[in-house]
C-alpha cells in the first residue's frame, strides 16, 4: 500500500524533524515505523490532526514527533522543558523559571500566540485544563515524563477537527502502550553550583494476554530551587520598599534627621530562578479486544503536584492621614515631629502623607501549591460492516483538577494602617517590628480552585467508494463537552484589605455540542485532497463553523508539494467569561511620575457576553528526499496565522502615554484621571485584539553510515517573518511582560553510534533581538548541550549529558519579568550536569 520512497521520506520527515535532542532516536522510531509499515501494509493507523484512520502517515500537515528516547538524550524531567525548546516557540510561556505569578503551572505557547491557542491532547484526546483554579489552559506538570511514548506536534490550525483552542496548532502526547515487563527509571541532574537538583524515579509494569494489553506506571520527581542572587551575573534588585520603611520617601537617620532614603531592597536574595517542585503521578493503559472485532481501551491518570515560590517580603503601600491636615481624620492620624518638617516631610493636598516599608519582619512571601489532577478516559470501538471496513468509536472522558493555595506572611492592609496610627515610634524607628504588630498584621493566604471537564463523542469511519487512484476515505463524528471551573480567594483578599491586590471570586461553566466532518479524496496517484468541515454550539454565545482544506501532490518520487488552508476559533474559557475583578501588578512607566515602582496595579475585569477569536491559517511546503543521497529529508514550510477579533486587553502603557497627552477617550477608557490619578485604574476584557505571524520552517534530517559508525544528523530552523498584535510589532524583540519573538531559532544534533552506545552533541540558538521599548540590542545565545548512552545489557542503559556546557549567560531585559531577563526565553540556571539509569527485566 505504500506509494514511492517519497512516501517512506515523508513518514520518514514527520518523525525525524530535527526538534531539540530529538537526534538519533527520532530517526530510529521513523526507520521502525516503515519497517512496520511494510509488514503490515494493510493496517490503518490513527495520526494527529485527522480522525481518518489511514493506511500511510502522508498528510497535507506538518508534523514533528519527539520520541521518548529523544527527550531521554536531552535530559528534560518536565513536558514544557522539552515543548519550548522547539524552534517553533515563541513568547513567554510559564514553566519551571516563572517565580510571579504562574502558581507552578508549566505551559506550550507554540508560535507565540498564547497558551490558550494551543490545543493539548493526551492520547488523541482533550486534557483538562489545570492548575489554582478556572484555568485557561493545561497544566504540563500533570502530565509525567515517564508516562510519554511520543509527542506529536501539528504546526497547523486544526479547529475543524478538534474545535476550540487549535488556532495555533496541537501538541498530542501519546502515553506508553503495549508494554510488557518491568521497567526501573532514575534520572538525576544538578547544577555545576551545587544547587537547583532535580531527580525522578519512575516503573512501568505491562503484561499481555491474548487477547488485550495492560499497562501500568508509577512516578515520582523532586524538583530543587535556584536563588536568583547565587547567580554572579545577577544585577541586585533596587526596589523603593525598604525593610526599615519610608515616610514621604525619607528615612530616619542614627541622629534623628529624616533624610532622602538611600539604597533600595535587593529583592533577588529571596527570589528563586527554578522553583521547588515535587509530583506524584500514577497511570495505567489498557487494551481489550473481545469477539467480533470489538476492542476496548482505557487510559488513567492521577498527578499530585505540590510546589512553591518565593518572593520578597510583601510590600506595604498606604497612605497615612496627617493630624491637623484639612481633611484628615482627628482619630486616626499621624503627628509630624519638628525632625520631620525639618527633614521637609509634609502632608499631601489630600491631607495624607505615603508610607512605605518592606515587611522583613514577617519574612518572605511563600507561594504554596497542592494540585490533583484526575483524568480518565475510555472507548470502544468496532467494525460495523467487515466488508466495506466501515469503523466505529464511542468514547467518554472525564477530567478534575483542584487545588489548595496559600501565601504565607502575607499583610493584612487595614491591621497594617491601624497598627501604625497605634504605634507610630515603632515604626518610624527603622526598628525591627514587636513580635505583637508581626503576629497582628501577618496572616496565612488561603485560596481553593478547580476545573472540570466532560467529553462524550462518537466517530464513524472508513471507505465511503474507490476511485481509480484509491479509495475515498472519510470521517464523521459528534462530540459532548461540558467544561467549568472556580476559583475562591482568599476572603482578606476579596475585602481590598492585603498589600496583594484585590480579586473577587470567579465560578461558571459552559457547554457545547459538536459535529464534524473529514474526507480524503486521492484526486489520482499523485493528487491527495483532504477535506473537514465541523459546527459547534455553544451555550455561551452560539454557533461556530469551521473548515480545512489540504492538499498533496507527490510530484516526482523525490518531491512533494503540500498545502493547508483552514479557518479556527477560540471559544472564550471560564475565567475570560465569569472571572470577577482582579488586581495585576503590571511593569508600567507612570508618565506622570507619580508611581515610581516599576510595577503598577491595574484592575483586570473579564465579560460574560465576550464573543469568540476567529482565525485563518495557511501553510504550504515542500518535502525532498533526493535519491542520490540516501537517508537525507528536507522539509521546507512557509505559515501564516491571522486572529481577529481576539479576546485581549488593551495596550495599558499606551492607555497611560495617550490620557497623559489629552485623549479624553483613553483616560475614560482605563478609568484613568487627566492629572494621572491611577487608583480605579483598569484594562477590560475586549474583542478588538488582533494578530498576525507568519515564518518558514526548515527541517534537515540526514541518517549515514560512514567510519563503522551510524551517524544522524539534524537541523530545526524557524525564521520569523512577522508577528503583529493588536497594532504593534513584535517582530525581532523581547519584552519582560510578551516574552521573546526573534527572527532566527536553530536547533542542531548530530550524533555518532555504534552497536550499544551512542554519544550526542547539540545546540539551541536563540538570534539577536532588540528590546521592544527603546529598540536597544539584545545579543544572542548559543547554547551547547552533550549527551552520551551505554547499553550494559539489553536491558540495562546508563546515560550521561551535560546542558548549556559553557555556562551561558542570559541576555540582559530592561524591564525583564525576573532577575533582569526573562527566565521564560533565557537559560537563567547555567551549566547543568545529568545522568540517567533504565533497567528493564
Known sequence: ?????????????????????????????????????????VERIAITGSRIQRQDMETASPITVIDAAAIRVEGFTSVDQLLQAQTSMAGAAVGSTTNNGADGVAQVDLRGMGSQRT?????????????????????LNAIPVAMIARVEILKDGASAVYGSDAIAGVVNIITKKDFEGFQLDLNGSST?????????????????TDRGNYTFGAAYSDRKGV?????????????????????????????????????GYDYT????????SKRYSLFANATQEFGNDLI?????????RKSDQQLAPQPGDIMLDVCGAPGADLVSCITLTPQMIAGGLAADDTGRINYRRRTNDVGPRVYEQDTDTLRLSAGLAGTLDVHTGMNWDLSYTYGKNEADTSVANSINAVKMENSVYANQAAWFSGAPLTTAIVNDIGYLEKADGGNAQHIASGVLSGDLFDLEAGAVGFAIGAEYRRDSGFYNPDPVIVAGEGTAAQQDPTKGSYSVVSFYQEVSVPFSDKLTGEFALRFDDYSTFGKASTWKVGLTYEATDEVMLRAVAATGFRAPNVSELYGGNTGSYDYLDDPWGNEQDPQILVNYTSDANIQPEESESFTAGVVLSPADIEGLSMTIDYWRFKVSNAITRLDAQAGLNNCFAGDAVACETFSITPDGDLTNFTNPLTNVGNQDTSGIDLNVAYRFEGLGLTWNINNDTTWL??????????????????????????????????????????NRYIGKTEYLADGSRIDAVLYHNVSANYFIT????????????????????????????????FDTIGRQIFAGVSYKF
Not at 814 to 820: F, L, T, V, W
Open 227 to 263: 536563588i536568583q542572587a547565587d547567580r554572579d551575573w545577577t544585577e541586585p534588585g533596587d526596589s523603593s520598599f525598604i525593610p526599615t520603611g519610608t515616610l514621604g520617601g525619607k528615612v530616619q537617620n542614627a541622629d534623628g534627621e529624616w533624610v532622602a532614603r538611600g539604597a
Open 192 to 208: 555545576d553550583k551545587g544547587d537547583g537538583e532535580t531527580g525522578e524515579l519512575s516503573a512501568l509494569y505491562g503484561f499481555s
Open 119 to 139: 490545543l493539548v491532547l493526551l492520547n488523541g484526546r482533550r486534557m483538562v485544563n489545570s492548575g489554582s483554579g478556572a484555568d485557561s489552559a493545561v497544566d
Open 721 to 762: 517573518l512577522e508577528f503583529k498584535q493588536d497594532g504593534l510589532d513584535y517582530t525581532n524583540t523581547i519584552d519582560g511582560n510578551f516574552g521573546g519573538y526573534a527572527e532566527l531559532r536553530n536547533n542542531f544534533s548530530i550524533q555518532a553510534g555504534q552497536g550499544d552506545w551512542s554519544v550526542t552533541y547539540f
Open 794 to 825: 539489553d536491558g540495562f542503559s546508563v546515560s550521561l549529558g551535560v546542558k548549556n556546557l559553557t555556562d551561558e549567560e542570559p541576555s540582559r531585559v530592561a524591564n525583564g519579568s525576573d532577575g533582569g531577563t526573562v527566565p521564560e526565553v
Open 1 to 41: 500500500m505504500q506509494k514511492s520512497l517519497l512516501g517512506k521520506a515523508v513518514r520518514f520527515a514527520m518523525l525525524a524533524a530535527p526538534v531539540a535532542a530529538a537526534g538519533f532516536s527520532s530517526a530510529v522510531l521513523a526507520q521502525e515505523e516503515v519497517a512496520k509499515a511494510e509488514v503490515a501494509k
Open 296 to 304: 476496548f481501551t482505557a487510559d488513567v491518570l492521577y498527578t499530585k
Open 269 to 276: 536574595k529571596d527570589s528563586w530562578y527554578q522553583t521547588p
